[in-house]
């Protein structure tokens, strides 16, 4: 075998070796005197040191954050997801609504013919609202035919003797026996009180825990009346309606506390038509409140329009059937069960006092003139649209609800509570003797008043009417449509 002399062959020329070689000719590394191999190696070692100390790296890369930084980040991701989970919360509360499915409603209670207001107990202690009124007991309300009933009709008013009264005008306030706790409240109204001075409300309420057990205004207003009827609730602590709710009426504040707003309450008013003499002309209406753990509602009825199945007394009112309430007051943010009991129906006219005589609403929004006591005194002839006139109450529970009565054959008194909407009632016996009203005040003041007199049936059948059907030429005042509440 022979071979090439290599050393015979051009260096310059390498085609001349062969493939073979060249491919296996070790290919020195390019590194110079001046930048020796081991120094480039080292410099990912010297990174990676550098990202563990934190001193350095990109920006999006959590490996190169101090400590510090991790923590700061970290804390703003979990204010990110309790933020997300609060509002998805309460994103859900304000869009909740109740149940307000259909009840199976059976008739519990009748308020109606010459009986009428045997069924109910006269306050006559001192109005706890600073009005100009001097409520009467059952015989004087029957001798000044303040109070009388007969199979059709039940009467209430306010003296209107032309004669000055400076120790305040005669007038009625009544409270029933009987307390609810739920139920479906049918109010069959044919006349409505208005007139300047006066203070009107057919409401509920426990006169002897106020406002623990809550209040709630089925109709109230003031003065003229022509700015509608305020439906209100009052209550203690943690009841709000600034949720989803659905009603015709307008809302007006949303906390019903009784303390809030100078002790307005949560209101809605109705339109002119749902009080005072626009109501009237129409020969009045029904109005229908239902009390139960889901919410109170209420709502309006003009007479050509009162659902047949309450028009129709062998019916079964069905409120899921009528539509949307006047008002909603529902329970998302309120615990209506916890908040409204032992719930009396309670009728009363005030003159003047916190609400009606108020610059407020007395001169300001319904132009009256003088002062309201003055007037009050003077003017009996003012007061002859005061009076209000129903056919019928009528009360519908389930055959879960609890209601209670007070005993007719034994003591029954009540204490006075001086909050907003504070009520008091007339101890009384089973002999129908006046004997003693007690009161409390809100502020912890509590006082007794004796009283005398008979306290007789409370009817008298077949009375003459002493109103007039002539309506009362009235001015219209720009202003606020829903009341503002005030003590009553």
Known sequence: MSYRNLSSIDVGDRTAIP????????????????DPGPAVAAAPAAEKASVAKGTGGAWYNPRSWSLLTKLIVAGGVVVVIVALIVGIYEGTKSSSYPDYSALSYKLADTYSGSSFFDEFEYYTATDPTDGFVDYVDSSTASEMNLTYASSSRAVLRVDTSTSNQTSGRKSVRITSKKTYNDGLFIFDITHTPFGCATWPALWLTDPDNWPEHGEIDVLESNNKGTHGNAMT??????????????????ASYTNCLNTANDNAGCSVSGGKATYGESFNSNGGGVYAMELRNAGIRVWM???????????NSSDTPDPSTWGEALADFPNTHCDIASHFKN????VNIDICGDLAGATTYYTDLYDCPSTCT????????????????????KVYQTSSSSSSSSS????????????????????????GAATATSGSSGQGQSGSQSGNGQQGGGSQSGGQSQEQSTSQEESTSQGQGGQQGGQR
């Open 301 to 311: 009825f003009s007479r050509d329009d009162i659902p047949t199945d309450i028009s």
């Open 343 to 346: 719930q009396s129906i309670i």
């Open 408 to 431: 007719s054959s034994a003591v029954a008194s009540s204490s006075t509570a001086a909050g907003y909407g504070a009520s008091t009632s007339t101890t009384t016996t089973a002999g």
């Open 374 to 393: 003055k007037w009050a005194a003077e003017n009996g002839a003012n007061f002859t649209n005061a009076y209000w006139e129903f056919k019928s109450f």
């Open 233 to 250: 609730l009052h209550t203690t602590k943690d009841c709000k309606m600034n949720v989803k709710r659905k009603e015709t009426g307008t």
């Open 19 to 34: 493939d073979y070689e060249l491919h296996n000719v070790p290919v020195a590394p390019p590194y110079s005197a001046t």
